[in-house]
């Protein structure tokens, strides 16, 4: 099937790059390294920070498959081919198998990943994940009033499917223009007809109430819930978090644990406006650390597993050098690349 990228401007811009040199663009990672720590804010978002050493970044196996699985489950969603899928997921993995790990991501390898996703074609078409449905919509009935910048995915016969569209939205809240980007993994209908934005969430520890806890009110999906609603017109119920485990027994046959749930999560629009207001106080805090020129450390949890404490660690003095030894100054992601 094939797919055409289709890019959106508002018509007070003539480039991308006019439009992001003249708005603050917000989504809901940035604010999040934000709320966990203005430090890791400000090593991560402003100064582009990443792991590594000698021009080459040094990335959590972890993080690499989440985006591997992502991406599958998108091509998934699109063509419904899992073949396709499959091969998505190993030109993404590459030859990461090779590359040096700590122990304990040493599970993860292009022979797991793989069992998963063959696993989880068979979760889709009996489990409760059968249920869900892409959301596809003509391009002409959206609703452009509110939105500034978009990448859209057209298929083949000119409808847009709204998973994985880039959004950069005008959002008004408590009277103030606050201009808010996201990029949902998927949006779905389920046999009721009840629409849902769903979250694709991959972990390494056995999936349980935990995970249900950790996103009951999650501000990154109410907010794309409001942004689908502005562009589509579309009475959003809630989010799903779609949850895939890639821990060491994620290949095993005997495994008797949870291997994929879909936590449900049912928000009314004063969650919504609720989710947007926290949003816009947290990038209030942006402008008064701007003003300080000082982003406070945290401490305590929000250390735990943090790619930048070796960092904070060191002598302010010698800071510096510690970047240059260990971390590599990549820049932050364009709001395109979301």
């Keep these: 099937m094939k797919i055409i990228d289709k890019l959106y401007l508002s018509p007070e811009y003539s480039t991308l790059e006019e ?3 003249d708005i603050a663009i917000y989504d809901a990672t940035t604010l999040r390294q934000l709320a966990d720590c ?17 021009n080459k970044t040094v990335e959590s196996r ?4 989440g985006r591997a699985i992502h991406e599958a489950l998108d091509v998934l969603a699109v063509t419904g081919d899992e073949d396709e899928a499959l091969t998505k997921l190993t030109e993404d993995w590459g030859d990461y198998d090779s ?3 700590p122990e304990n991501e040493a599970h993860l390898t292009h022979n797991l990943l793989t069992v998963v996703l063959h696993n989880y074609f068979d979760y889709i078409k009996t489990g409760p994940g059968s249920q869900f449905t892409p959301i596809t919509l003509k391009y002409d009935d959206l609703n452009f009033d509110r939105l500034m910048g978009g990448k859209f995915r057209l298929l083949e016969d000119g ?6 569209s880039s959004l950069l939205m ?15 993994d998927q949006v779905v209908q389920n046999t009721a007809g009840n629409t849902y934005i769903m979250d694709h969430k991959t972990s390494s520890s056995y999936l349980s ?21 502005e562009l589509t017109g579309l009475d959003f119920h809630g989010g799903i978090v779609n949850a895939i485990y890639v821990g060491n027994k994620a290949s095993s046959d005997t495994f008797k644990g949870t291997r994929f749930a879909s936590y449900r999560y049912n928000w009314s629009q004063g969650h919504v406006e609720e989710a947007l207001l926290n949003q816009l106080g947290w990038a209030g805090l942006i402008a008064h650390h701007e003003h300080m020129n000082y982003y406070p450390q945290a401490s305590g949890m929000q250390c735990r597993s943090c790619n930048f404490s070796r960092l904070c660690e060191a002598e302010p003095e010698f800071r510096d050098g510690v970047i240059y030894t260990d971390y590599t100054q990549e820049g932050w992601r364009d709001f395109f690349t979301l």
């Design 99 to 101: 590359n040096p790990c």
């Design 209 to 229: 109430s935990w995970h249900v806890s950790q996103h009951r009110v999650s501000n990154q999906l109410r907010c794309y819930m409001g942004m689908m609603h």
């Design 38 to 54: 203005p430090r890791k804010y400000q090593y991560s978002v402003l100064d582009g920070l990443k792991s590594g050493s000698g």
């Design 19 to 21: 439009l992001e040199a």
């Design 62 to 65: 972890y993080l690499i498959a």
């Design 159 to 164: 409808s847009v499917l709204l998973s994985e």
């Design 170 to 184: 005008r959002m008004t809240v408590d009277g103030d223009d606050f201009y808010y980007a996201g990029k949902p």
